[in-house]
C-alpha cells in the first residue's frame, strides 16, 4: 500500500510520521529541540542546524520503524515552525543559527550581510537541504515579507521591496499547498533514511496545517490550538483582519484562515509548572507524576480557592511590559490548584479572543474543534467546554499538523482526487464535549478573570516604571 511521509516540525519538536491514504499511522518518531540560544538581548535563535538536525533523526527513526518497504513512499509532506527566518549562504548552509519566531529582527526588514544570499522561511531552508532546490511554501509567509496575500506570490509594488529590504534575488520560488517543492536528493537520502527521488511537497504554515489535519473546514467551527503558541482560528473569506484578529493562508490553495489574538509560551507554561513541581529525575516515571497532579486538579472547584493565574511569561510584542503572575494566596491551596488555575487561564483568555474574533468578524462558531497536547487533558477539554459554553470535538490524531502534512503529500501524490475527499478519508475529530456542571459557575468567573489580568498588566507597566 502507498505511504506518505508527513515531517512536522514545531517549537520543541520535530515528528516524523509514515501515513497510508486512509491515515493510519504506520509508524512514528519524535525528537526533541535543544531550548533556544539568546546570543544578545532580542535575539532567539535554534543553535547551531538543530532545526535539521531534530528532522534528520527523527525521519531516520519513522523509517527504521517502518515495517512495510521504503519503495512505497510516493510522497512527504514538509511543515516547519511558521514565522522563522533563515539566512543562508550562496551553497545553502545557514549563514547564522535559524532566527526563531521569538527573535525580534523577524519583525523588522532584512538587513543585507556579504555571506548571505538567501533569505527564506524554515520551510524553504529545509526544502532546499532535502531536494537541493529554492523553492518554498507560499502558505508559510506571514510578517515582514514582500508577498501578496491574495496571489500567493512576491509582490510586483517596488514599495514592498524597501520596506522588507528583501530584494527579489535573495527569494525562493514559491509553490503552493500539495505542489511539488523538489525530490530528495542522494545526499538527503543518506542523512535521513528517506528514499532518494521522491518527491517532496509543500504545506503551508504549521498552525494552517494543523487546521488542515484537524479537518476545518468552514467557519461553523472555531479551531484551538494548543501548542507553545495557543491560537484560535477559523475559515475566512479573504485578507484582511481588524484590531482582534488577522487573517492567515489556510493549507489549501486559495484558502485563508482567520486567527485571533494568542498566548505566547501557552502549553509551554503547563510543562514549565509540571517541571517545577517535580523536577525530572531519570529512574522518574513523568507520566504518573501528570495523572496524579491531574487528579489533584480535578478535586479543586472552579475559581481554584481565590488563585488565578495571568498567562503573559512571554510578554506580547505591543506590551514588552506584561508579566505572568499567580495572585489570590491564602495558605489553603496546593500544587492542584495552581495547575488547574493555569488551565483556567488558557480557557478565560482564549474564550475572550475568540468573543473579540467573532464579534470583529460578524459570526460566531457553533463547534469548537481542539488540537495539540493540551488537547490530551480531559480536564482541559471539559473547562475550555464549560467556558465558552459550547462543544468542543478533538481531533482523532494526537499529531494534527502532521496528518495535515500527510494530506498535503497524499494530494500532491494523487492518492486521492481532491482536498475534500483527502480531508474525509486521512482525518476527523471525536465525539463532543459538552458544556457540564460547573458551566454557570464559570460563566460567572469570566468578569472575575478578565479583571485580575487587567490589573496585573497595570502592576506590570508599574514595576518596571518604579525601578527605572
Not at 128 to 134: I, N, Q
Not at 217 to 244: E, H, K, Q
Request: charged share 20%; hydrophobic share 45%; with cysteine.
Amino acid at each position: 500500500m502507498p505511504v506518505v511521509v508527513a515531517i512536522d516540525n514545531g517549537s520543541q519538536s520535530t515528528k516524523v510520521l509514515v501515513v497510508d491514504e486512509t491515515g493510519r499511522v504506520r509508524a512514528q518518531a519524535r525528537v526533541g529541540l535543544r531550548p533556544y540560544a539568546t546570543p544578545a538581548p532580542g535575539r532567539s535563535v535554534h543553535p547551531n542546524d538543530d532545526v535539521w538536525d531534530s528532522i534528520v533523526r527523527a525521519c531516520r527513526l519513522a523509517m527504521d520503524r517502518f515495517d512495510g518497504d521504503p519503495a512505497e513512499v510516493v510522497g512527504i509532506g514538509l511543515c516547519t515552525i511558521r514565522f522563522c527566518r533563515a539566512l543562508m549562504r550562496p551553497d545553502g548552509s545557514l549563514a547564522e543559527p535559524l532566527l526563531s519566531w521569538m527573535d525580534e529582527r523577524v519583525s523588522r526588514p532584512h538587513v543585507a550581510a556579504p555571506d548571505v544570499a538567501r533569505v527564506t522561511t524554515s520551510s524553504g531552508y529545509i526544502a532546499h537541504r532535502l531536494t537541493g532546490a529554492f523553492r518554498d511554501a507560499a502558505g508559510n509567509y506571514q510578517g515582514v515579507w514582500p508577498i501578496d496575500q491574495r496571489s500567493w506570490r512576491w509582490s510586483s509594488d517596488p514599495d514592498a521591496v524597501t520596506q522588507t529590504g528583501m530584494d527579489p534575488s535573495l527569494l525562493s520560488e514559491l509553490v503552493d499547498p500539495g505542489a511539488e517543492l523538489g525530490r530528495v536528493s542522494a545526499e538527503a537520502s543518506a542523512a535521513t533514511g528517506l528514499p532518494a527521488g521522491v518527491p517532496v511537497f509543500a504545506t503551508s504554515n504549521d498552525k494552517a496545517v494543523e487546521a488542515l489535519g484537524a479537518g476545518l473546514a468552514s467557519s461553523d467551527d472555531v479551531l484551538l490550538s494548543f501548542g507553545t503558541y495557543i491560537a484560535a482560528m477559523t475559515v475566512a473569506d479573504a485578507p484582511g483582519g481588524g484590531a482582534a484578529h488577522w487573517v492567515n493562508f489556510g493549507s489549501r490553495p486559495g484558502q485563508y484562515l482567520a486567527e485571533s489574538t494568542g498566548i505566547r509560551r501557552g502549553m509551554w507554561t503547563v510543562s514549565w509548572l509540571r517541571d517545577l513541581l517535580h523536577p525530572v529525575a531519570p529512574d522518574d516515571d513523568i507520566y504518573a507524576f501528570d495523572r496524579s497532579l491531574g487528579a489533584e486538579a480535578e478535586a479543586v472547584a472552579p475559581g481554584c480557592d481565590g488563585v488565578a493565574a495571568v498567562l503573559d511569561w512571554l510578554a506580547p510584542g505591543d506590551e514588552p511590559n506584561r508579566r505572568g503572575a499567580f495572585v489570590g494566596f491564602s495558605g489553603a491551596q496546593g500544587r492542584g490548584h495552581l495547575y488547574r488555575a493555569v488551565l483556567e487561564a488558557i480557557a478565560f483568555t482564549m474564550a475572550d479572543h475568540i468573543d473579540d474574533m467573532e464579534r470583529e468578524r460578524g459570526a460566531v462558531a457553533s463547534g469548537v474543534i481542539v488540537t495539540g497536547g493540551g488537547a490530551q487533558s480531559s480536564l482541559l477539554v471539559q473547562i475550555v467546554a464549560d467556558v465558552l459554553g459550547r462543544p468542543v470535538r478533538r481531533a482523532l490524531v494526537d499529531d494534527a499538523a502532521g496528518i495535515g502534512a500527510a494530506i498535503c503529500a497524499a494530494v500532491g501524490a494523487g492518492l486521492h482526487p481532491d482536498w475534500d475527499a483527502a480531508v474525509a478519508a486521512m482525518s476527523g475529530t471525536g465525539e463532543p464535549v459538552r458544556p457540564g456542571v460547573h458551566a454557570d459557575a464559570y460563566r460567572a468567573l469570566r468578569p472575575w478573570h478578565r479583571g485580575i489580568r487587567s490589573r496585573v498588566a497595570d502592576l506590570s507597566d508599574w514595576m518596571v516604571t518604579a525601578r527605572a
